[in-house]
């Protein structure tokens, strides 16, 4: 991606290492956009919630927004009330340097929980962030927001509204703690669309619902989790209202954003060889489709056989009896890829034939239960080895 592509209109962005990840990366980002702009949030529904997110929920009321302030490196989260007043005084310094009310800006925190926020780098290193704002340094803090990622995840669309074009960039972050009930990661997307706040909201969710919670890396949801978006208007475009079909345009692009951005976090699953789509048809009720491909996809002897490249379907229709849902076995057909392993709940024997397509860093297991016309898709990746190593040292 070009600098030029990621640019939005009446937004800067600046990074700085402040020293909190101790490999001296950068680790401290900061968003602000010229004019005051209509704010739409989706949060972690863990019950324990780092403390930016507490005072996120609070702010997001408002559905108005200017800046957000992010590290990397500590979590705050787990560290009672000094570190909801540090998270505070984050924000509250932010607000000071930009000359804006504090209430106007949303602090994000990731990294290791129950540590204390190192509060004085932070606001040591607000100063020279500031002073590096630029409308062209987007990457950059899609590269400072990581943690475990290998990868900065950066997706950008452009669509036309009355003769003007419109931009909407998004970035995120994500490699492990992936199996969301809303966005289990960081996700800041920026707009110079003007838009009505409900209609904003109300596409920021039906986005998420489609992406980022129909994705699964390890079965285990974070305390930190936020998707922000923020819509200043800078098109002079008159502002979107639901129910029309240029806020369609808008939300089909979106929902293209959030997906592209889903879609990365799981290739980027940690220590992950493989990218694998579940795909659930033929049941009776969507909901029903969702809870087989989610089961399946977090089923950990599943994702283990992907990664040794064993076609063991057995484990697949297993995943599929324990979803919770009424099915009938003898209805079942199962693929990998376009091999068919399973008919009508019997072995097709074609494993050797299905081995062959492990090999593939693409996989698309594809189960019909025939019951129905709904379907649903969720997105994993296989286990292996390096996940371990990565979770077994994390804070040490």
Same mark, same amino acid.
């Given at each position: ?59 997001? %009321?408002?559905? &108005? ?13 787990? $560290? ?42 932070? #606001? &040591?290193? !607000? ?18 927001? @990581? ?5 900065? #995840? ?17 970035? %995120? ?9 809303m966005a289990t990661m960081l996700c ?15 596409? !920021?969710?039906? +986005? ?12 285990? @949801? ?15 475009? $008159? ?11 808008f939300t089909d692009a979106l929902k ?40 399946? +996809?977090?089923? @950990? ?20 009896g324990y979803s919770g849902i009424d ?13 068919? !392993?399973? $008919? ?17 860093? *693409? ?13 649903? #898709? ?14 077994? *040292?994390? $804070?040490?």
């Amino acid at each position: 991606m070009s600098l030029s592509s990621a640019i939005i209109p009446g937004f800067s962005f600046a990074s700085i290492s402040a020293g909190i990840k101790k490999s001296g990366a950068e680790d401290l980002a900061l968003v602000f956009s010229e004019k005051i702009a209509v704010t739409a949030g989706v949060f972690t529904t863990n019950k324990i919630k780092a403390a930016p997110v507490k005072i996120a929920i609070k702010r997001i %009321a408002s559905q &108005k927004g200017q800046a957000i302030i992010i590290n990397s490196g500590n979590a705050n989260a787990c $560290t009672g009330k000094k570190g909801y007043n540090d998270a505070s005084e984050m924000t509250l310094r932010t607000a000071k340097a930009l000359g804006i009310p504090s209430e106007l800006v949303y602090a994000s925190s990731t990294g290791v929980i129950g540590r204390p926020l190192p509060i004085d780098k932070i #606001k &040591k290193a !607000l100063p020279e962030l500031v002073k590096k704002l630029s409308p062209s340094s987007l990457e950059q803090i899609a590269s400072a927001i @990581m943690t475990t990622d290998t990868f900065a #995840k950066i997706s950008t669309k452009k669509i036309s509204i009355k003769g003007k074009t419109g931009t909407i960039a998004g970035i %995120a972050k994500g490699a492990g703690m992936i199996c969301p009930n809303m966005a289990t990661m960081l996700c800041f997307i920026f707009t110079d669309i003007a838009i009505k706040p409900q209609a904003l909201n109300s596409a !920021l969710r039906e +986005a998420v619902t489609n992406s980022f919670n129909r994705i699964t890396v390890d079965n285990d @949801m974070s305390t930190n989790d936020m998707a922000l978006i923020m819509a200043n208007g800078s098109l002079n475009n $008159t502002p979107l209202t639901k129910g029309t079909p240029v806020y369609r345009k808008f939300t089909d692009a979106l929902k293209d954003i959030t997906y592209d951005l889903a879609r990365m976090i799981v290739e980027d699953g940690e220590g992950a060889t493989k990218f694998i789509e579940i795909i659930v048809k033929g049941a009776r009720k969507e909901a029903d489709a969702l809870k087989v491909a989610a089961s399946v +996809a977090n089923s @950990m002897l599943v994702k283990t056989a992907i990664y040794g490249k064993d076609p063991n379907w057995g484990r697949i229709i297993a995943a599929v009896g324990y979803s919770g849902i009424d099915i009938n076995e003898e209805n079942i057909d199962i693929y990998l890829n376009n091999i068919k !392993l399973v $008919t009508k709940g019997v072995g097709a024997k074609k494993e050797e034939i299905a081995r062959d397509m492990l090999l593939n860093k *693409h996989i698309t297991i594809t189960i019909n239960l025939n019951s129905g016309k709904k379907s649903a #898709k969720v997105l994993t990746c296989d286990l292996t080895e390096k996940y371990i190593e990565i979770n077994a *040292h994390y $804070t040490t």
